[in-house]
């Protein structure tokens, strides 16, 4: 199950302290879950397989499922720090800044929906790696910037900036 149904009534019902950082790491979290989350394609998944967790494959040599591949066994193969992949994909258009703030939480899992038929295209012996990665990180670097931009506007909207 989502963590997001845990966490939700945690931040509607416990009592908090009101303090700057409690407020912070609780924005945080939901802002992760929330807006990162619905921006990975298994997060809305086929409804059948756990959101890619049941569907075993070997990446790169190595057992693995495919909701890891796509939640981090793909990014990780860069081996790249947070920094290096911030700077590699962090080039939105302003058109595109615009367009992706105005969607709607509906239209960011449509689209996550849309890439099923890629993210599901596997081999019959389920071994993916370097080629698979080269077809489909593109998918994982535009989800994770769209996520981005549209993380910063929802809390420009909440803090008013």
């Not at 071994?127 to 809390?155: M, N, P, S, T």
Request: with cysteine; hydrophobic share 35%.
């Amino acid at each position: 199950m989502c963590l997001l149904y845990y966490l939700i009534p945690l931040f509607l019902f416990h009592p908090v302290d009101d303090t700057h950082a409690d407020h912070e790491l609780r924005w945080g979290q939901i802002g992760h879950y929330v807006t990162g989350d619905i921006h990975q394609p298994l997060h809305v998944g086929t409804g059948d397989d756990r959101g890619g967790n049941d569907v075993r494959v070997q990446w790169m040599g190595e057992n693995s499922n495919l909701h890891r591949v796509w939640d981090s066994d793909m990014i990780n193969s860069y081996q790249l720090s947070f920094t290096e992949l911030t700077r590699k994909i962090n080039h939105p258009t302003e058109e595109q800044i615009t367009r992706w703030q105005q969607a709607t939480v509906r239209d960011w899992a449509m689209e996550s929906k849309s890439y099923r038929d890629q993210v599901y295209d596997l081999p019959d012996n389920r071994r993916i790696g370097w080629e698979y990665r080269y077809k489909y990180f593109d998918i994982v670097e535009k989800r994770l910037l769209q996520a981005g931009v549209r993380l910063a506007g929802v809390l420009n909207d909440i803090y008013g900036k």
